[in-house]
């Protein structure tokens, strides 16, 4: 019985130790893995040049980008998707508390991955969407949602987050 | 003299704090009390910890306006926190749910505590 102790004592920390390892070293991306699909909400927004966004360019596979020509990160990750772009990944801004024309001098100035932007001064559909701040990132397949990151898209989040779940939609098409 | 300290003063009255901040007014103090409850109740998303109520985050600020609103038109509090969870994920529940690996989080201690005191009656017997 006084073995058992001793070993149960011994064993506490151990168990302690791995409880706490695996939660603090858990991977940054596993929250975004873990995203439930939800279909993308209902709006009625224009785009930036004042024509109504139709549902219907949310049909097969977009990413959908969250930015603002106040935001400073999204300057950040515009080359990378502009790479996207010029990879015929189809790419549809979100425009997100913005006024459209400090967004489209920013347009021209660093130029224009987007097939369109949809202007949402207001964040209302953002919200509907549950962006918490710019720059995110959603992927769309069929206007169901079905993946999200917030912060800056890159190469590692792109491979790690993205780039499966679009193999996986291109072999079923 | 005088109109300086009156200038002087005027600028602590016009910088008090009610001039910046959203002023929420309620029908009954039901509603009120039901606000409050609620917005310390869902967690920032754009915090690490910390409700809506404690967060001055643009999201925040925005899920507060949609809270009152909401109460306004009649939801319950039950529809609040959907209406929130179905855009924002369950991370906005602080209360996590029962499922997976969450019922480490809401039988650990308990099953921790059992085994100190079977642990330390044990040794007293000895």
Redo the contacts between chains.
């Keep these: 019985?006084?073995q058992f102790?001793r070993f149960?004592?011994l064993l506490l920390p151990i168990l302690i130790l791995l409880?706490f390892g695996k939660v603090l070293l858990v991977d940054e991306d596993t929250?975004f893995k873990n995203f439930?699909s939800?279909s993308f909400p209902e709006f009625q927004l224009n785009d930036l040049n004042g024509n109504p966004v139709k549902a219907k360019s949310l049909d097969g596979l977009k990413l959908v980008n969250v930015w603002a020509s106040w935001c400073i990160t999204c300057l950040v990750e515009h080359p990378f998707l502009t790479q996207l772009s010029d990879k015929n990944i189809q790419i549809i801004g979100l425009n997100y508390?913005d006024s459209d024309t400090k967004a489209i001098a920013w347009l021209q100035k660093h130029g224009n991955p987007y097939l369109f932007s949809i202007y949402d001064p207001r964040?209302d559909l953002a919200?509907?969407?549950?962006?918490?701040?710019a720059p995110e990132s959603y992927l769309i397949l069929d206007n169901q949602v079905i993946a999200h990151t917030q912060g800056e898209m890159n190469q590692a989040k792109w491979d790690n987050i993205f780039l499966p779940l679009i193999k996986k939609a291109r072999q079923r098409s | 003299m005088n109109k300086k300290f009156l200038i002087f003063f005027s600028f602590f009255v016009l910088s008090m704090p009610t001039f910046n901040q959203m002023v929420y007014e309620f029908q009954d103090s039901l509603q009120e009390k039901r606000f409050y409850s609620l917005i310390s109740e869902i967690r920032c998303p754009k915090c690490t910890s910390g409700s809506i109520a404690s967060s001055d985050a643009p999201v925040s600020r925005d899920l507060k306006k949609k809270v009152y609103e909401l109460i306004l038109a009649g939801s319950s509090d039950e529809e609040i926190k959907v209406y929130v969870s179905e855009r924002f994920g369950n991370f906005s529940d602080y209360r996590p749910a029962l499922e997976g690996a969450n019922y480490i989080l809401w039988f650990g201690p308990f099953v921790f505590l059992s085994l100190m005191l079977v642990i330390f009656f044990l040794k007293r017997r000895v």
Aim: charged letters at 30%.
């Design positions: 019985m006084n102790l149960s004592i409880f929250k439930e939800k508390k964040g919200f509907d969407l549950g962006v918490t701040g």
